[in-house]
């Protein structure tokens, strides 16, 4: 007689132990990427030397009222650079003290956006989108940035939260979370203007489609409050507007700019990497998608910012197309890329997909050909110190371009005062010699007749100058002026930053001559 089989016995522990074990072995990966990641882009930059905007910001700092900021108002206006201020009173004047406010604000816009991805996307989008922040080299650079990037990232994200979470719940607190943040914008920065745009079409797809319990009623009394917090920064930018084609510092964009500029390029790789993952493990495809509203939201995040600063400069012809000022949309470009590989994730299998990005964005964006990256290409710190190796003597002629567009006729004249804003790179890394100052150098011409002057009755006369944070045109305008004739030039490079030493050849060796 046949024995009936008997039935295994199952340990009911076993699967949900081996299922706990991978969940925590994916959490502690997860954290150890997002930690690698912050250290490696975000902190281990913080020592380099200032750019010349943030060597900018510590002038702002040290001379918030400085009359100098008469021809360019909108450089001291942001409500930022009280953080620097904060900072360098807590931990002393350094780069990584000014840097330092930059990396918490965008930490926090880390965590905000990752909530936000978990409730428009997915309840387990939250790592994936993280990391998809951190494989934008923007989010990256702002981050350790002393500049009001960070905090613009910070805040408009902030805002979209509680304008979320407000909509959602009708609560009130939300509400004024959402006003407070949303009219702290503007005061970051005065480009920030487009993404108020956001703010009506979400507020309005939302109410149009009967998707929220505030009342029509409700949400004008808010956006009201909005707009009059606003009323003192619109004045300002309509001032600010009749006389904005002397701050352009770039061209009117193109189409080619306006797709560098749009960063679609996340999107297709996560999307493309989710598919072919789909593919290879068998995943079908999403069914659980966000909805159409939260799309639309997600998507004028990323491109409204771009889209108006692009009409506005062909419009006014006075082009503000410029990378760090479209910063606020990379976190709608970062949720854009995961609404797109969402198409193809399981619910369960977003933990495995975050780890492959994030550790494809600490491979890829870690900056592996040295072990102490650097925060952009100017080496002001560097260059300073050169100079001062340089110079003979306090009396050494140091010629000092303007690194500011704004540094032209009539604001410019060669007897501008020190300290002053056109050369606010100058009391952040000192100079030994005798600084004779220059124009901003597509603006040469204007300083020529001075330059020559100059020449003649000082550089010729001495046995070396140089010329700090040179160009091309005066390095070889120099050379040509008859009274410097077989003079010889070195050129020192320190990243985009350039001194030229001028020697005359029939002076005693330098050892002689050093104070």
Not at 350 to 366: D, E, K, P, T
Request: aromatic share 14%; charged share 15%.
């Amino acid at each position: 007689m046949a024995h009936a089989p008997v039935p295994m016995r199952v340990n009911p522990q076993v699967e949900p132990l081996s299922s706990n074990k991978a969940a925590t072995l994916a959490r502690t990966l997860q954290w150890t990427l997002l930690a690698g990641c912050i250290l490696r882009l975000w902190l281990l930059p913080l020592p380099s030397s200032f750019w010349v905007d943030e060597l900018v910001t510590e002038f702002v700092v040290h001379h918030p009222g400085h009359p100098s900021f008469a021809m360019a108002p909108q450089v001291p206006a942001s409500i930022y650079y009280r953080l620097p201020a904060v900072s360098e009173s807590w931990f002393g004047l350094s780069e990584i003290s000014y840097r330092l406010p930059s990396v918490l604000c965008m930490g926090l816009a880390l965590l905000i956006i990752a909530r936000l991805a978990s409730r428009l996307i997915h309840p387990n989008a939250a790592w994936f989108a993280a990391f998809a922040c951190l494989g934008l080299r923007g989010i990256n650079y702002f981050a350790a940035d002393a500049r009001p990037y960070a905090m613009g990232i910070c805040v408009s994200a902030a805002s979209l939260f509680f304008l979320v979470r407000w909509l959602d719940s009708a609560w009130w607190l939300d509400a004024l979370l959402f006003a407070a943040f949303a009219a702290l914008l503007w005061p970051i920065h005065l480009v920030y203007w487009p993404f108020y745009s956001i703010y009506a079409l979400y507020i309005g797809l939302r109410l149009w489609r009967h998707e929220t319990k505030v009342s029509m009623g409700q949400a004008i009394a808010v956006l009201i409050l909005v707009f009059a917090a606003l009323v003192p920064e619109a004045v300002k930018a309509y001032a600010l507007l009749r006389e904005a084609g002397s701050h352009v510092v770039a061209a009117v964009p193109g189409i080619r700019e306006f797709e560098h500029a749009a960063r679609w390029n996340l999107a297709f790789i996560c999307g493309t990497a989710a598919w072919i993952l789909a593919r290879v493990f068998g995943w079908k495809a999403n069914r659980a998608r966000s909805s159409s509203t939260s799309l639309i939201l997600i998507l004028a995040w990323w491109l409204s910012q771009p889209v108006f600063i692009f009409l506005f400069s062909h419009i006014t012809g006075n082009s503000i197309f410029v990378e760090r000022y479209l910063s606020i949309a990379l976190p709608g470009a970062a949720l854009t890329a995961t609404a797109v590989a969402a198409m193809w994730i399981p619910a369960d299998c977003w933990r495995g997909a975050s780890l492959v990005l994030g550790a494809g964005v600490f491979l890829i964006m870690g900056q592996w050909s040295t072990s102490n990256p650097r925060h952009g290409n100017s080496d002001w710190r560097a260059a300073a110190q050169d100079e001062r190796r340089l110079a003979y003597s306090e009396d050494t002629p140091v010629v000092c371009l303007s690194p500011f567009i704004e540094a032209r006729s009539p604001k410019w004249s060669p007897d501008y005062p020190l300290p002053g804003f056109l050369y606010a790179h100058l009391p952040g890394y000192p100079v030994t010699g005798k600084p004779y100052l220059l124009p901003f150098g597509d603006y040469a011409a204007d300083g020529e007749p001075y330059a020559a002057r100059l020449t003649r009755d000082v550089l010729s006369h001495s046995n070396r100058f140089l010329i700090y944070g040179a160009n091309r045109h005066w390095r070889a305008w120099f050379h040509r002026r008859p009274e410097l004739t077989g003079w010889v030039s070195t050129l020192k490079q320190f990243g985009d930053v350039q001194l030229v030493v001028f020697d005359n050849p029939g002076t005693p060796p330098r050892a002689a001559m050093k104070r």
